[in-house]
């Protein structure tokens, strides 16, 4: 069996590069910072019972075991918040209500899509997958993929022409 890459160097390394990639994809999720913040942690000890046991092709394969990781553990997360309470539409504001500020909050903006829209986004535009590497990411066909960008940013766009702009 290989020596295990695991070491301190190794550990400080990935968390440097990967939390706050991880910590936004949870936050997509989950929708708070305690939440996340815990999701991030939970990740990265999965991946120390994970990499004593197997190695990784590539950083980018790491990256995207992180980031699959995350995406579980938000949903089971997001699943058990939803449980404890029901909804709550105290700070809902209709599109009328939204104010010029508004628009440049980007998490306020892409609240108004579905939290798979908002990863499938996320990792489009911000972590630079292609549509490909995506689909494997979130276990949906390529052609999926590129069905829910173009609904998210028709919806992205519906929402922002409603709130007059």
Known sequence: MNESPINDEFIQNVIDRYSDTIFRVSFQYVGNTLDAEDIVQDVFFALLEYACLAEFESDEHMKAWLIRVAINKSKNAAKRNARRKSKELAG???????????FDDLEFVLSGISPLDREIVYLHYYEGYSAKEIAEIVHKTEKSVF???????????????????
Do not use: C, H, N
């Open 92 to 102: 809902f504001m209709a599109p009328s209500e939204v104010t010029e500020d508004r």
């Open 147 to 165: 069905k829910r960008l173009s609904r998210a940013r028709s919806k992205l766009k519906d929402f922002l022409s409603e709130g007059g702009r």
